[in-house]
């Protein structure tokens, strides 16, 4: 079991930045995968970036279309952390952000289908 914390949300005003941390404990070296997804009120959970953390595509970095180019997922290995650094923010953004991790094959990295694991979510606002 991987146990998964979030933090660094809060309210920023549309143009601002956010970096959003997540750190694993727990049975990490099972991972194959550690994401981020969001979900909006009203709206069903979405994929935001993910990176596979262990066996084929080692590395790799996986990004939804809708924040291609303003998000940065990285990643400290050491410290079985991930990290989400979220520039040039819009209203839209505004979501609960999620920390996942799991097993996930290639095809499915960018549904919640294989991650077994989830944090409690961090609140970002972006204010008009």
């Known amino acids: 079991q991987v146990q998964l914390v979030e933090s660094g949300g809060e309210l920023v005003q549309a143009g601002g930045s956010l970096r959003l941390s997540c750190a694993a404990s727990?049975?990490?070296?099972?991972?194959?995968?550690m994401g981020w997804f969001r979900q909006a009120p009203g709206k069903e959970r979405e994929f935001v970036a993910s990176?596979?953390?262990?066996?084929?595509?080692?590395?790799?970095?996986y990004y939804a279309d809708s924040i291609k180019g303003r998000f940065t997922l990285s990643r400290d290995k050491a410290k079985s952390a991930i990290y989400l650094q979220m520039n040039s923010l819009e209203p839209e953004d505004t979501a609960v952000y999620y920390c996942a991790a799991g097993n996930p094959i290639l095809s499915t990295i960018r549904t919640t289908r294989g991650y077994r694991s989830w944090g409690q979510g961090t609140q970002v606002t972006v204010s008009s």
């Open positions: 990176i596979r953390w262990s066996g084929g595509s080692y590395g790799n970095i």
């Open positions: 727990g049975s990490t070296s099972g991972m194959i995968a």
